[in-house]
């Protein structure tokens, strides 16, 4: 086995060529509250009963090496049987390798293990302190972390039914989906390229669907979708306390996130205005 271009010389359980079974460790990922969580259940070492003794007597110890290559964020984080680390969004862009492993943690100059092949138990091996005992696994996580614009999250499309005359909103997947009528989505499209149209749009169709997608946030049956996490990840990073907002800090708070969508909308209006009055003495 080879990890970072490297052979060792010595009994790492994962090895092929020292073990004939793996250790199973199962990993999850998330992001909740403005941070990267990694957690797992309890690490299954087999009957690799040497590892699991090492570990209990301090001996050797779990670690997740979690590195960003955009960041250069690189941090040791120490375990014990299941993974539970968080990390700030802010240390972080993009993707995230990560490497389990358990190290010694004391010199073993006559290191044996009866789980190794049976071949090589009677053999004596030197294994140094923080050197590697056990892989359990490497992984890289796509954050994703452009995908939490609103861009992402909202797509308008036109309704399939001739005779619907109502703006339908849907949340059922994970984008929140505005559906037009058909006549309103084909003028729709003549509009959009218009910055001052752009900003009617906001506040007519992007501002309540955010709205009425906050009141949600609280019902379990949208907890995984991609927009609720979204949402969720904008509160968190107004530096919120709760999870997501209550239903009186709903408004103000899709205020903010559409940056002042209403003064926006008065703003548009009153230039609009100006431009056909100026017209009509021109």
Known sequence: MKINGYKFGHPVFGDPDY??????????????????IITSEEINFGNNEKI??????NEAKVIAE??????????VFEQEFQFNISIPLDYLKNKVEVVLLVIANIDLPNYKN???????????FYVEKGEILAYLGEYNFELDLNGTSLDSIIKIRSSNNNTEKRVQYIYSGDSIVIELPIKEFDALKQFSENPDYQKLLISSLLQPALIHACYKLSNEDYEEKSWSRVLKIHWSRMQKDS?????????????????KPTNSLLE???????KQKNTEFE
């Not at 009866?114 to 004596?124: F, N, P, S, T, V």
């Not at 548009?268 to 100006?274: C, F, K």
Request: net charge negative; proline share 4%; charged share 30%.
């Open 52 to 57: 699991i003794d090492m570990i209990q007597k």
């Open 114 to 124: 009866q789980a190794i092949k049976k071949e090589l138990r009677d053999l004596d």
């Open 268 to 274: 548009t209006l009153a230039e609009m205005d100006n």
């Open 66 to 75: 979690i590195f960003c290559t955009h960041t250069m964020f690189r941090k």
């Open 243 to 259: 999870e997501f907002p209550s239903i009186d800090e709903v408004p103000s708070f899709i205020e903010d996130l559409l940056s």
């Open 19 to 36: 073990y004939d079974f793996k250790p199973i460790c199962n990993i999850e990922n998330k992001i909740e509250n403005n941070n990267f």
